[in-house]
């Protein structure tokens, strides 16, 4: 396990180098106090951040436990790689039904399914997918005046 962590923790780190590189040249806003490069150099730092911490992580439980052995790679129980073929069909369900179904109906069941793939029970599961909704709905809609896609719920609009 630790070798898979820093190979995605340094590929996390070099994509947040890249994201960084390419924010820096995005223009300033006039008028405004942060420019069009403030969120993806925070998204760029937050995932920078993973990607240091990751590699971290498994140099130091490589250094508590020695080197591991070949067989733990093949040791790992069926359900996690079940939980990541879950949240990639998710991801591609979402890319294709977000523009007709609309954002607030897709996303909570997204949500919902990824979290119970995760094997989050069911109630924090429901709360944090209608709450992930909504916070993120409104962080788009309201504070970065993004509309998501309305789809279904666009006569209500």
Do not use: N
């Amino acid at each position: 396990m630790q070798r898979i962590d820093r190979v995605v923790g340094s590929a996390l780190a070099l994509l947040a180098l890249a994201v960084l590189w390419s924010a820096r040249t995005f223009p300033v806003v006039p008028g405004q106090k942060v420019g069009a490069g403030f969120l993806p150099m925070l998204i760029g730092a937050g995932l920078l951040a993973c990607g240091a911490a990751l590699v971290w992580r498994s140099l130091r439980v490589a250094a508590r436990d020695g080197s591991a052995s070949p067989g733990d790679e093949a040791a790992r129980p069926a359900e996690h790689f079940s939980s990541a073929a879950v949240i990639v069909a998710v991801v591609v369900a979402y890319l294709l039904l977000a523009e007709r179904l609309g954002f607030l109906l897709v996303a909570p069941v997204a949500l919902l399914a990824m979290f119970r793939a995760l094997q989050v029970a069911w109630v924090p599961s429901f709360a944090w997918a209608i709450g992930g909704t909504v916070i993120v709905h409104l962080a788009f809609y309201k504070l970065l005046r993004v509309p998501l896609p309305w789809g279904l719920l666009r006569p209500f609009y």
